[in-house]
């Protein structure tokens, strides 16, 4: 059998469960935080990300897959403390987030830079996937890049490079932070074909903020996961136009490509928390399973397709097709 490598350890595939294939615990960047957050208080946080992810699992979640990378503050460490006390299943990513540029660290070193070298983007993450995170002895599961609406920057493009052909050698899958509004997915899916990646192991994040069924149909023709991922962020698309984006792909016939999930957080430093609660009171990791799942029944969507979009879509893209396990049944 299959095993998957979580921030506490590697667990047997049969464990994965019920997945939330898109969230984030921490979004806290650690320059930032030592330079400009002097009241942060790391045991109150940590106490509070674990009373949350407590309410994750009561809600009958078994796994959450954080896309957090560096770039948007990864500390693989304090999540796994979260994550031990929670006893939620808590994936780590690889990868590096940017809309434009890449960190000075990587301007300077690389095929035809100053300090020619190979891609050290590719070896940063393979060892990542591989040996672990620093000194930690975490794993990543999966790879994660960015392509906004700033477009193909030279270093947006050479991280999606180094993401595909880390794929490649390492067989992880990948996610893709997209903007359908710019049809960003289109980019991802031709810049990671021609790295060898095979699409069907992508998921094309951010996808749901669009009404546009058409496009969508597109993206998942193509073979990648369509990630309906911001449930609760009604400040970007009325939660309505997301429900009735996701009744229609599944009416199409393409609830296997389907990633629901939310991209919520314990904390970001992205955003004031009080300004947050106004603007986007909904945008919590509890929208899938209090909100969406009710409003499926209600249409009539039977309960394995249910089974489907949350156990054996995020399971077949964590883990390849030859994965062979029984679902779970959605609690």
Same mark, same amino acid.
């Given at each position: 059998m299959q095993t998957i490598n979580t921030v506490t350890g590697p667990i047997d595939a049969s464990a994965l469960g019920t997945v939330l294939a898109h969230e984030h615990v921490f979004v806290l960047n650690e320059d930032y935080r030592l330079n400009f957050l002097p009241d942060w208080d790391e045991e109150a946080q940590v106490a509070h990300a674990v009373q949350r992810l407590s309410e994750v699992k009561a809600l009958g979640v078994d796994t959450l897959?954080?896309?957090?990378?560096?770039?948007?503050g990864r500390h693989v460490e304090r999540v796994r403390r979260?994550?031990?006390?929670?006893?939620?299943n808590v994936l780590a990513a690889t990868g590096l987030f940017t809309y434009s540029d890449l960190p000075l660290q990587f301007h300077y070193t690389g095929p035809g830079l100053g300090f020619d070298a190979p891609e050290?983007?590719?070896?940063?993450?393979?060892?990542d996937l591989t040996d672990g995170i620093g000194r930690t002895g975490i794993k990543a599961a999966a790879l994660a890049c960015v392509i906004e609406a700033e477009g193909l920057t030279h270093g947006v493009e050479r991280i999606v490079r180094a993401?595909?052909?880390?794929?490649?050698?390492?067989?992880?899958?990948v996610i893709v932070h997209t903007n359908p509004h710019t049809r960003s997915g289109l980019i991802a899916q031709r810049i990671l074909s021609e790295e060898g990646v095979d699409l069907r192991r992508v998921m094309l994040a951010h996808s749901g903020d669009t009404g546009d069924v058409e496009h969508l149909r597109h993206l998942a023709e193509a073979g990648s996961l369509v990630g309906l991922d911001r449930f609760g962020v009604d400040l970007l698309l009325p939660h309505a136009t997301r429900m009735a984006t996701l009744l229609a792909l599944i009416d199409a016939g393409f609830a296997d490509q389907l990633i629901?999930?939310?991209?919520?957080?314990?904390?970001?430093?992205w955003f004031d928390p009080a300004k947050m609660a106004e603007l986007a009171p909904n945008w919590?990791?509890?929208?899938?399973?209090?909100? @969406?799942?009710?409003?499926? &029944?209600?249409?009539?969507?039977?309960? !394995?397709?249910?089974?489907?979009?949350? @156990?054996?879509?995020?399971? &077949?893209?964590l883990l390849?097709?030859? !994965?062979?396990?029984?679902p779970t049944p959605i609690r």
């Open positions: 897959l954080d896309v957090s990378v560096p770039g948007m979260v994550a031990e006390q929670a006893e939620l050290p983007l590719v070896e940063a993450f393979v060892r993401v595909g052909q880390a794929s490649v050698a390492t067989g992880a899958p629901l999930s939310q991209s919520a957080f314990c904390y970001s430093d919590n990791y509890r929208q899938i399973h209090e909100r @969406v799942l009710p409003e499926l &029944r209600a249409h009539g969507v039977p309960e !394995e397709t249910l089974t489907t979009m949350l @156990v054996d879509v995020p399971r &077949r893209f390849g097709a030859n !994965e062979q396990g029984l």
